[in-house]
């Protein structure tokens, strides 16, 4: 299992960032996916997921109406669409394989690298 996130960065407050997560090692399209963040000093935090057919979606009440998270099965890519960017966003953001949160948070064998993201003025 290989996924690389890639996108993150500065931004001011207000702003927005597009995440992706490139994925290789597995059949993309059977799993369902997730985007989890951990701030500095605190413990990782369920973000978002995503069924297999991009058509069922779950968020943590903290970016709910703010992200959106999407698939694009051929290229076996997920995104997570940031907007309205608030300071407490600023965490490494993490691609994970698996659509439960519980069993997300366990896994972190199936987790990428982490892509940066900063939201400060």
């Known amino acids: 299992v290989q996924l690389v996130e890639s996108g993150g960065g500065m931004v001011q407050p207000g702003g927005s960032l597009r995440l992706s997560c490139a994925a290789s090692?597995?059949?993309?399209?059977?799993?369902?996916m997730s985007w989890v963040r951990q701030a500095p000093g605190k413990g990782p935090e369920w973000v978002s997921a995503?069924?297999?057919?991009?058509?069922?979606?779950g968020y943590a009440d903290s970016v709910k109406g703010r992200f959106t998270i999407s698939r694009d099965n051929a290229k076996n890519t997920l995104y997570l669409q940031m907007n309205s960017l608030k300071p407490e966003d600023t965490a490494l953001y993490y691609c994970?394989?698996?659509?439960?949160?519980?069993?997300?948070?366990?896994?972190?064998?199936?987790w990428g690298q982490g892509t940066q993201v900063t939201v400060s003025s």
């Open positions: 994970a394989r698996g659509y439960s949160s519980d069993y997300v948070l366990r896994r972190k064998d199936y």
């Open positions: 090692g597995f059949t993309f399209s059977n799993y369902g």
């Open positions: 995503i069924n297999t057919g991009g058509y069922s979606t």
